[in-house]
Each structure stands twice: as structure tokens, then as C-alpha cells.
């Protein structure tokens, strides 16, 4: 899926050029960005958080009232606590009938409006949140209360990714592709072999097939 980075403190019009924004671990939030990105999703844009967001201010001190702070209305979520997990464990996560997992922390979370997507399913928070979705206005936010594997990922952000439009490409593991319009009109495709080794990609971007070395860069 093409995307961009850009800054926490951009204005609204920016944001609304984009169908998702993705913030994840947005621990300091700085004035007036809580207010934009509700505005944001209240004009149908998708905002994608979690873990450790909202929890310092702009002078990287700790907020008052709860966490995940200026965002908690937006998300719809109080989060109670934070668990550490051990560098080499993982908590069991169930989402969509599979069992995935999570890492580095747990939040605990108490939903303040938000629905629950996904479950911890184990330790002593086993059946309660670990991912939700809140309708505002006209857009939604997810929330993500652990470090997801590839496959928790997936079966979490897939859905709303495909539910909000956002252009996405099928392409191999290890191959990126990313694609901008110049100021004529002009669509540039550029793939990227990011594997150590080659890739041949059948049926590339609904083509021909390709074949890339290692590490190899393309630009269509």
C-alpha cells in the first residue's frame, strides 16, 4: 500500500488528503493534534493507534486523566493499565476465530463506546480487549492494545484497510511497491526487492512477470 510520513502536527486539509492514517505508538501528543485528528474522523477519514499513545505531552511528561489521554474520547477507550511482557514471551490474542499473538506490552483496556475486535486470551486479562473499533462521525478508529505478529496484524488492520478504499498491492514477501503521481499526471510504480535473494513475481501488478534480483530497484 503506497504511503507517505508526515508529521503529527499537520493541519487538517493534509490529513484529509489520505483515506487512513496510521499512529502508531503516538506516545506524545502535542496541542491541537488530538482536536485535528478528530476532525479528521469525524469527516470519514480512518485513524489506526494503540499501545502507549497519548500518554506524554508535549514537554514528554506523563497526562492526568487516564490514558490514552488527549485521544482517549476519540478512541473510545480508558486504558486501565499497561503490562509488560518479558522480551521473550508473547500473550495469545484471538481475533476472527485464530489465535495470534502479542509482544512488548498489554493494555488493558475498558471500552468507552469503542466495540471490541479482538481478545486477549490469556494472563489474568484473558477475554478482555486487545483491539477495538469506534465510530466517529463518519470515520472510525482502531485501536491496537498489543504489539500484533504479522498474522494478528493482518486479520485487524485487512479489514479496514480494504473497508476505507485505501489502495493496496498483492506482491511478494519482501518486495515493496510504492506509487506517486507527478504534478502532470504522470503515475510512477516503483518495486523494490528488499529480500536478500531473487524474487519472480508471476503476473506482476497485473502484467507480465518479473524478476528481480536482490535488493533490486524498479521504477514503471
Same mark, same amino acid.
Given at each position: 500500500?503506497?504511503?507517505?510520513?508526515?508529521?503529527?502536527t499537520?493541519?487538517?486539509a493534509?490529513?484529509?488528503?489520505?483515506? %487512513?492514517?496510521v499512529a502508531?505508538?503516538?506516545?506524545?501528543?502535542?496541542?491541537?493534534?488530538?482536536?485535528?485528528?478528530?476532525?479528521y474522523?469525524r469527516?470519514?477519514?480512518?485513524?489506526?493507534?494503540?499501545?502507549?499513545s497519548?500518554?506524554?505531552?508535549?514537554?514528554?511528561l506523563?497526562v492526568?486523566?487516564?490514558?490514552?489521554?488527549?485521544?482517549?474520547?476519540l478512541?473510545?477507550?480508558?486504558?486501565?493499565?499497561?503490562?509488560?511482557?518479558?522480551?521473550?514471551?508473547?500473550?495469545?490474542?484471538e481475533?476472527?476465530?485464530?489465535?495470534?499473538?502479542?509482544?512488548?506490552v498489554?493494555?488493558?483496556?475498558?471500552?468507552?463506546? %469503542?466495540?471490541?475486535?479482538?481478545t486477549?486470551?490469556?494472563?489474568?486479562? %484473558?477475554?478482555?480487549?486487545a483491539?477495538?473499533v469506534?465510530?466517529?462521525?463518519e470515520?472510525r478508529?482502531?485501536?491496537?492494545?498489543?504489539?500484533?505478529?504479522?498474522?494478528?496484524?493482518?486479520?485487524?488492520?485487512?479489514?479496514?484497510?480494504?473497508?476505507c478504499?485505501?489502495?493496496t498491492v498483492?506482491?511478494?514477501?519482501?518486495?515493496?511497491?510504492?506509487?506517486?503521481t507527478?504534478d502532470?499526471?504522470?503515475?510512477?510504480?516503483?518495486v523494490?526487492n528488499?529480500?536478500?535473494?531473487?524474487? @519472480?513475481?508471476? @503476473?506482476?501488478?497485473?502484467?507480465?512477470?518479473?524478476?528481480?534480483a536482490?535488493?533490486?530497484t524498479?521504477i514503471?
Amino acid at each position: 500500500m503506497p504511503v507517505d510520513m508526515v508529521e503529527s502536527t499537520v493541519d487538517l486539509a493534509t490529513l484529509k488528503q489520505y483515506r %487512513a492514517v496510521v499512529a502508531p505508538t503516538l506516545i506524545m501528543v502535542k496541542p491541537g493534534v488530538a482536536q485535528t485528528l478528530t476532525q479528521y474522523v469525524r469527516e470519514g477519514g480512518t485513524l489506526i493507534t494503540g499501545y502507549m499513545s497519548g500518554i506524554h505531552n508535549e514537554f514528554d511528561l506523563v497526562v492526568e486523566g487516564g490514558y490514552p489521554g488527549p485521544l482517549r474520547e476519540l478512541c473510545g477507550v480508558w486504558v486501565e493499565e499497561i503490562d509488560a511482557i518479558a522480551p521473550d514471551a508473547h500473550i495469545d490474542v484471538e481475533v476472527g476465530g485464530r489465535t495470534v499473538h502479542g509482544s512488548i506490552v498489554a493494555s488493558i483496556i475498558e471500552p468507552e463506546g %469503542a466495540q471490541t475486535i479482538a481478545t486477549y486470551g490469556g494472563d489474568f486479562y %484473558a477475554g478482555t480487549p486487545a483491539a477495538t473499533v469506534h465510530t466517529v462521525g463518519e470515520g472510525r478508529v482502531v485501536f491496537i492494545g498489543t504489539a500484533l505478529d504479522a498474522e494478528g496484524m493482518s486479520a485487524v488492520i485487512d479489514p479496514v484497510i480494504d473497508a476505507c478504499g485505501a489502495e493496496t498491492v498483492d506482491s511478494p514477501e519482501g518486495v515493496e511497491v510504492m506509487r506517486r503521481t507527478a504534478d502532470d499526471g504522470t503515475l510512477f510504480t516503483t518495486v523494490i526487492n528488499t529480500a536478500g535473494r531473487p524474487v @519472480h513475481w508471476r @503476473h506482476a501488478l497485473g502484467g507480465e512477470d518479473l524478476d528481480l534480483a536482490p535488493f533490486e530497484t524498479r521504477i514503471m
